[in-house]
């Protein structure tokens, strides 16, 4: 992974420390800025591949499920972190499960 150290991945190199809100503001950003924000999301995604906490299911798959099988949505939430001097450290995401759309 580039500008990965650790799994960090260094965030002193974005142009714009605007969080994209869509994937098409992301899809329009600077090329670099792009670059570290995948790197971020992919470390994320890598981390929670390597532990056996959820799966991802195919188009297919998932209209395959059973009626009373409903699978949780999940998005993406990007972050900056900052160090002591207010300058940015780290490009960061997190995967997070919807859990607000459970339904008992």
Same mark, same amino acid.
């Given at each position: 992974?580039?500008?990965? =150290? *650790?799994?960090?991945?260094?965030?002193?190199? $974005?142009?714009?420390?605007?969080? !994209?809100?869509?994937?098409?503001?992301? #899809?329009?950003?600077?090329?670099?800025?792009?670059?570290?924000?995948?790197?971020?999301?992919?470390?994320?995604?890598?981390?929670?591949?390597?532990?056996?906490?959820?799966? =991802? *299911?195919?188009?297919?798959?998932?209209?395959? $499920?059973?009626?009373?099988?409903? !699978?949780?949505?999940?998005?993406?939430? #990007?972050?900056?972190?900052?160090?002591?001097?207010?300058?940015?450290?780290?490009?960061?995401?997190?995967?997070?499960?919807?859990?607000?759309?459970?339904?008992?």
């Amino acid at each position: 992974m580039r500008n990965c =150290v *650790l799994h960090h991945v260094l965030a002193h190199g $974005l142009h714009s420390l605007i969080v !994209p809100a869509s994937l098409r503001q992301h #899809s329009n950003m600077n090329p670099q800025d792009k670059i570290i924000r995948d790197t971020a999301y992919d470390a994320e995604y890598a981390g929670l591949a390597n532990i056996p906490t959820w799966e =991802v *299911l195919s188009e297919s798959q998932f209209k395959s $499920l059973s009626k009373g099988v409903k !699978p949780l949505p999940s998005m993406a939430i #990007s972050t900056i972190k900052y160090d002591a001097q207010n300058h940015p450290k780290r490009a960061k995401y997190r995967i997070v499960i919807l859990g607000n759309l459970v339904h008992h």
